[in-house]
């Protein structure tokens, strides 16, 4: 068993990386993201709350999410295996709040993966970033390091390629700003613990996912 938690800037890889851990370390993938998507579309207690917030435009509560994901991590998949955690905690305030839980539990986190990509890398990583709109593929390209065969064709199964509309300079700036800002602090936080391992992304995913399997083994 083991419990993981991946840092990183939007567009530093963590998805990718998250793949390959998932099944290497046979732990469920856990994305805050899905938690909420999955909670409101079953109509859950929690979930129709959360769809309150969202609907009037505004951010779920931390508690809220932190009431989603404890529901999360109390499933079998979870207390027999561990978990990996994505875009779970972002703020101190949430950190200490999966402490508290876990400690209650006389559990802890056993690795953070920083996954350190500068920031001029992922904005070249988003603008170039391509990918295929059909749903059962989503596979996604790059036009400077790995650019399809065909110019907007995906390779894998001839479906178009399109660009995300979140996928621009203005929205890429924004997404970095609020993370230097909220969630950055969280390295100090867990180097402090002892826990904290940083890679540095690298242009071939082979390359970083070399890295990370280091890492995790310290």
């Known amino acids: ?109 056993d690795k953070v993966i920083n996954l350190h990509v500068p920031d001029e890398e992922i904005m070249v990583r988003a603008i170039n970033r391509r990918t295929c709109e059909n749903p059962d593929c989503k596979e996604i390209y790059h036009m400077i390091y790995n650019p399809p065969k065909i110019e907007g064709i995906c390779d894998k199964c001839g479906g178009k390629l399109f660009t995300r509309k979140d996928d621009n300079e203005e929205t890429v700036s924004n997404r970095l700003h609020v993370y230097h800002e909220q969630t950055e602090p969280l390295i100090k936080y867990y180097t402090e613990k002892g826990i904290l391992e940083t890679v540095v992304g690298q242009e071939k995913f082979e390359d970083t996912v070399a890295l990370v399997k280091e890492a995790l083994k310290k």
């Not at 419990?3 to 994305?31: F, M, T």
């Open 1 to 109: 068993m083991i419990r993981l938690i991946i840092l990183g800037a939007p567009g530093s890889g963590k998805g990718s990386q998250c793949k390959w851990i998932k099944e290497d370390y046979n732990v469920p993938h856990i994305s805050t993201g899905d938690i909420l998507r999955k909670n409101i579309a079953e109509e859950t207690e929690l979930g129709l709350k959360a769809k309150g917030f969202i609907d009037r435009g505004e951010l779920v509560p931390d508690e809220l999410v932190i009431d989603l994901l404890k529901n999360r991590l109390e499933e079998a998949d979870c207390t027999e295996n561990g978990f990996l955690l994505d875009g779970f905690p972002r703020t101190i305030a949430q950190a200490h709040a999966l402490d508290e839980y876990l400690t209650n539990k006389g559990e802890k986190i």
